[in-house]
C-alpha cells in the first residue's frame, strides 16, 4: 500500500464520524486479548502483538472462507501507526463479507470502525487497471499509548491452488499466532515450517492447527535478510479426493513449469509482423550475443504497463499475445518477456520465460513447489559456445542459458539486477524445467573507479576533479538515479554529496555520461573550497586525503547482532592525486593497510613523488549472506575501512 494510497484514504476519513460513539463496544475476544499481560521489552519496541489468527474453512466444492482476526496494543506513540487494518482482495475471485475493527484507548473509551468508517481502495493508485483492492481502516489519529486496535475480517475465496502461507510474526514480537486449516471429511494437508523448528499442526479429524506463543521481537538491523527471511513461517498444501473440483496443488517443481508452460506458450505466436520487427532491430548485428542485444534494448524501452483481467483465475501468470504487445508497445514484465522470446523465435534463438522473485534473493522456498512465490518474469535465452557472459548459466537439460531481465530499464544484456541474482527462480520449460539458481556476477563486473585530481594551497583551499567511471551494477544504480530526476535535481543531489564531506565546497561542474548498451556510465564533477585543510600554528597543514567518501559505505556499528549480513558483489578502486602546495613536505602519512578475508579485501597506498601525493584505496566485496557467528569478523573489517578513510596527512614548511 503507497503512502499516496494512505494519503488518500486519510481524507476520505476526514468526512467520516470522527467521535467514539457512547453505545460502541468491542468483541469479547478483544476485551479478552486487551487484558493480556505484556512482557517488558526494549524502549524502542512501539507496539506488541497480542493475537493474530487466521482460520481457513474450505467447503467440499473447493470453496474457502478465510477468517482473520488481529489485536495490537501500542507502547508507543511511533507505534500508532500499526492500528491500521487492511484486508486485500481481488474483485473477480474474492469477496470481502465482513470488515470490522474496534479501538478500545488506554482510558476504557471503544471507537467501532465499520460502515463509513471503513474505505474501499485500489491497492496501486500508480496502475491502470487492478483487481486488487482493500478494505481499509486507519485509526492512527484516535489510538494513544496503551490502545489496542484490533479487526476481523471474513473473505470468500474461489482458489486456483490449494497451497497457503502463514507468517506468525513481522518485525514486532507476538504473543500468540494461530493458522488453522479446516478441510472437507477425506481431504489432506501437509506443511513445511522456515525459520523455526519444525512446527507440527495439532490435528483433529480433518481440521489443522499450527500455533506459536510469545515471540521476540525481530530487530532491523542493516545489511539483513528479508523480514520474511527471518520471521517463522509455515508453508501448506492440502489436497482433495481425487476428482474433487477447486484449486491446485503441486507434487514438484516440474509440475508447476508444466502448469506455466502450459499458460504461457500459447502466448507466444509468430507472425509476419514480429518477425520483420526482428529482422529490422538485428540488421547491423553480425554476431548471436548482438542480435540478443538489439532485441533486448528495444523490448526494454517498451513502456512498462500492468493490466491484468481475471488474476484470480491465472491470468496474473498468463502474458498476452505477443502481438498484442508489439502493437500496443506496452506491457508488463510476463509480457516483454513472452515478446522478446517471440522475436527471438523468429531469428532461430530459442528462449524460456523464468519466473522468479523480485526484491529478495532468499524469498523462494525449494521445499515448497508452487507459483505462488514468484512475482516477476525475466528469460532464459539458449546460447551457443561463441557467446560468452558473465550471466550464462549451464542447465543439464536445456544447456547454456543468458539470464536476461527485459524490464529493468538500467541493466543491459550480460548483466542482472543486484536483487535478483543468486535467487532461485523457475525456468518454465514444461518437463525440462526446473528451479535453477540465478548467476551471481564477480564483484570487478559491479565496479565504480574514480580519479580525483586535488590542488592544495598553502591557506588549506583546494580545487578539485573527480572523474567517476561506473560499469555493471553500479552504473545501473547510477543511471536509475540519473533518470529519476530533473538535470538541475541531479545536479542539486551530486553537490549535496560533496558538501556532505567536504564543508562549504561551491560545485562548478556536473557532467553525467550515460552509456546504457555498453552497461557503463560516468560523471565528472569539479568543485572548489576553502580551508578543506586546516593550518595549525602556520606551518602545518592536516587533511584527509580521502576527499570524498564512496556513497554506499557500510556501518556496522552494534556490538551484537541477531541476523545475518548480506552482502552484495561489488568493488571500488580510487587514485587520489594530490598537487602540494609550494613550500610545503609531507611530515606525517598514514601506513598503508590490506585487509584480506572470506567476504572481502581493503588495500592502501601512500606515495610522494614529483610534488605530488597520490592515495589509492582498492576494495572488494563478494556476494554473500554470512552468519551472525562471522558478525564480528565482518563488523571489524568494515571498522578497519573506516578508520583507514578518516586518517589523515601531515604537512610541514620547509
Known sequence: MTRTTLTLIALVFLCAVPAFAAGDDAPSWLKEAAMMPVPAYARDIPAVVLRDEQEVRVDPSGRITVTTTKAIRILLREGRDEATMVVPYLTGTEKVKEARAWLIRSDGKVKKYDGNLVADVISSPDDIYDEQRAKMALAEDDADV????????????????????????????????????????????????????????AVSGSSYSWQLQNLPPIPFEPRSPSMRGMAPQVYVSYAPPTGAPGGRTFASWTEVSRFLSEIHDPQSVLDDRIASKAQELTTNAKTELEKIQAIGRYVQNLQYISIDIGVGYGNGWRPHMASQVLAKAYGDCKDKANLMRTMLKSLKITAYPVVIFSGDPTYVREAWPSPGQFNHCIIAVKVSDETQSPTIISDPKLGRLLIFDATSESTPVGDLPDHEQGSLALIVASEGGSLTRMPVLPPESSNLDRQTYVALERDGSITATIQERFNGQEAAAARREFKGLSAPEFAKRIEGWVANFVTGAVVSKVEPMDSQADGKFALNVTFTAGRYAQLMQDRLLVFNPAIVARTDALALTAAKRTAPVVLRARSFSESVKIKLPAGFDVDEMP????????????????????????????????????????????????????????????????
Open 146 to 201: 496503551g490502545s489496542v486496535f484490533g479487526f476481523q475480517s471474513v473473505t470468500e475465496v474461489l482458489p486456483l491452488l490449494y497451497q497457503d502461507s502463514w507468517n506468525f510474526q513481522d518485525h514486532l514480537p507476538t504473543l500468540f499466532s494461530r493458522y488453522t486449516l479446516v478441510l472437507p471429511s477425506g481431504w489432506q494437508a501437509n506443511s513445511v515450517t522456515f525459520n523455526h523448528d519444525k512446527i507440527e499442526p
Open 591 to 654: 601506513d598503508a593497510v590490506k585487509l584480506e578475508t572470506a567476504f572481502g579485501t581493503y588495500a592502501t597506498t601512500y606515495t610522494v613523488a614529483d610534488g605530488h601525493l597520490v592515495f589509492t584505496r582498492k576494495f572488494t566485496q563478494q556476494a554473500g549472506t554470512y552468519p551472525v557467528e562471522q558478525y564480528e569478523k565482518v563488523r571489524s573489517f568494515f571498522a578497519s575501512i573506516r578508520s583507514a578513510e578518516q586518517s589523515s596527512v601531515v604537512l610541514a614548511k620547509k
